[in-house]
């Protein structure tokens, strides 16, 4: 069986939301009297959860955490989310996917607002049946959010899905359906992170997504 349904994470997939995400959390952190280097990379942060990527890695107890990510929300929601842009080739994938009669969704652990003011800002919303996102106070495992699109499309069987992300959150989240996942290479994966993951195909660039894609319907 071919697939027939494509699930795409947001931040470092579709979008490079770096440059809000990356300011706000340095902003947070030192508010809230984290320190951070000046050449510290944050880029670990492109994906993950919030409030789980600040315990993994910053060792922080519930509390402190949720302190840095109300900083942190407050900051983003202020101006660092509109400080991104679409990744080259996304919408050109896109428009080819739907052209072949794929059907597409988006599965982020994004907050809801957040996706759908990124996504609407750039008009990419019509391309997706669904957008799957965190709808929590607490933030959404990637798991937990595609096995919530997989129900909004009916429950799809996992051969007919494939899964489109930069991190192995993605891959992770994925697999637990039984689903693939082919990786866009963003820049923000740790090294070897794919293949430890289990990535059945990492794309340098949206044409290479593209026609592995449409090959695999």
């Known amino acids: 069986m071919g697939?027939?349904?494509v699930l795409f994470d947001l931040d470092g997939t579709l979008f490079d939301t770096s440059p809000g995400i990356l300011r706000c959390i340095r902003a947070a952190l030192r508010q809230c009297g984290v320190p951070v280097g000046e050449g510290e990379n944050l880029n670990k942060f492109i994906g993950?959860?919030?409030?789980?990527?600040?315990?993994?890695?910053?060792?922080?107890?519930?509390?402190?955490a949720v302190r840095v990510k109300d900083v942190y929300r407050a900051l983003y929601a202020a101006g660092g989310v509109d400080e991104c842009a679409p990744m080259p080739g996304a919408r050109e994938c896109l428009e080819a996917?739907?052209?072949?009669?794929?059907?597409?969704?988006?599965?982020?652990?994004?907050?809801?607002?957040?996706?759908?003011?990124?996504?609407?800002?750039?008009?990419?919303?019509p391309f997706f049946a669904f957008v799957g996102a965190d709808e929590t106070p607490t933030g959404t495992e990637k798991a937990e959010v595609v096995g919530r699109v997989l129900q909004k499309l009916g429950g799809p069987p996992p051969e007919a899905c494939m899964m489109v992300g930069d991190r192995k959150y993605d891959v992770l989240g994925a697999a637990a359906h039984g689903i693939r996942c082919v990786c866009y290479d963003s820049g923000f994966a740790e090294p070897g992170e794919y293949g430890r993951a289990g990535a059945c195909k990492v794309?340098?660039?949206y044409a290479e997504v593209q026609a592995f894609l449409l090959a695999a319907r």
């Open 97 to 125: 996917l739907r052209g072949a009669g794929l059907t597409l969704a988006v599965a982020t652990s994004k907050p809801l607002p957040f996706a759908l003011r990124v996504l609407g800002r750039f008009d990419f919303l």
């Open 48 to 64: 993950p959860p919030f409030l789980s990527a600040l315990k993994e890695f910053y060792g922080m107890d519930e509390a402190q």
């Open 3 to 5: 697939i027939r349904y």
């Open 203 to 205: 794309a340098s660039s």
